[in-house]
C-alpha cells in the first residue's frame, strides 16, 4: 500500500526564516513519483514540483529546494527567507499507477504553514 | 491557456438529495480526477477518468459516480447524500494517464449537506 506521512502539523516562522517541510513515503513500485503541492486560503492546490523515484538529484529553484533521500524514503522541502506570502497548507504527494487507482495521487495530511511579519 | 475550472463554488444539500458537480479540463488534457478533501485533512481520491473511460477508483462507495465527455470535461454524481460528504470537492486534470504528469486542480466545489 502507498501512504504519505508528514509529521509536521504546524509551523509558525517569522519573515526571513528558512523552514524545512518534512515528508515520508511508503511505496512497493519502483517506479514512482513525488509531488509537492501549495494549498493558500483561496482553496485552489498549486503544483510546486515533480521527482522521479529515479532521479536523486536535488533542486535549488529561487527560494525554494528540495531534498529527495530514497535511502530514507523521504523528500523534503525548504523555503529560504520565508514571505508571508508563503502562509499556505503544503501537501506532499506520491503517485504511481495500479490496476485499482490508475495514477491517483496520495497525499499526506498537509503542515499548515504561518509566516508572520 | 484556460485552467481547470469548477461550478458551483458552493453547495448546500440536504440529506438524502442528490447532486452534481462539473469540472473543465485544461485545453488539451484528457485525463481528470476527482479528490474530496474533508477540512484539516488531505485530498482522498475518488476516481479519475481518461479518454471518457473510469481508469481508476479510490475507495468511495458506488453511490459516488462520474462522468466524462467528449470534450474531456466532467461530471462527479453523489446520491443519497450524508452529512459526512460535506467536503471540498476537487477537480484535476493532466495532459495523460501517466504518472509522472503533473495534476492541475481546479478551485474546488464546498458542498455542505444539512
Known amino acids: 500500500a502507498q501512504k504519505v506521512t508528514q509529521a509536521q502539523t504546524e509551523i509558525s516562522v517569522v519573515e526571513k526564516e528558512d523552514v524545512t517541510l518534512d515528508c515520508v513515503y511508503e511505496t512497493r513500485d519502483t517506479t514512482y513519483y513525488l509531488f509537492w503541492y501549495k494549498q493558500p486560503p483561496s482553496g485552489e492546490l498549486v503544483f510546486l514540483i515533480r521527482r522521479n523515484s529515479f532521479d536523486e538529484q536535488n533542486e535549488i529553484s529561487g527560494r525554494y529546494s528540495w531534498n529527495f533521500q530514497k535511502s530514507t524514503s523521504s523528500f523534503n522541502f525548504t523555503i529560504t527567507a520565508s514571505q508571508v506570502v508563503d502562509s499556505a497548507v503544503y501537501f506532499c504527494?506520491?503517485?504511481?499507477?495500479?490496476?485499482?487507482?490508475?495514477?491517483?495521487?496520495?497525499f499526506g495530511k498537509g503542515t499548515t504553514l504561518s509566516v508572520s511579519s | 491557456e484556460t485552467g481547470v475550472t469548477q461550478s458551483p463554488t458552493h453547495l448546500i444539500k440536504t440529506r438524502g438529495q442528490q447532486v452534481t458537480l462539473r469540472c473543465s479540463s485544461q485545453s488539451g488534457h484528457n485525463t481528470v480526477s476527482w479528490y474530496q478533501q474533508a477540512l484539516g485533512q488531505g485530498p482522498q481520491f475518488i476516481f479519475q477518468?481518461?479518454?471518457?473511460?473510469?481508469?481508476g477508483r479510490g475507495n468511495f462507495p458506488p453511490r459516488f459516480s462520474g462522468l466524462q465527455f467528449p470534450n474531456y470535461s466532467s461530471e462527479l454524481n453523489v446520491n443519497a447524500l450524508e452529512l459526512d460528504d460535506s467536503a471540498l470537492y476537487l477537480c484535476?486534470?493532466?495532459?495523460?494517464?501517466?504518472?509522472?504528469?503533473?495534476?492541475?486542480f481546479g478551485p474546488g466545489t464546498r458542498l455542505t449537506v444539512t
Open positions: 477518468y481518461y479518454r471518457e473511460e473510469e481508469n
Open positions: 484535476a486534470s493532466t495532459l495523460s494517464s501517466r504518472p509522472n504528469h503533473e495534476q492541475y
Open positions: 504527494a506520491l503517485s504511481g499507477y495500479t490496476d485499482q487507482a490508475g495514477t491517483a495521487l496520495i
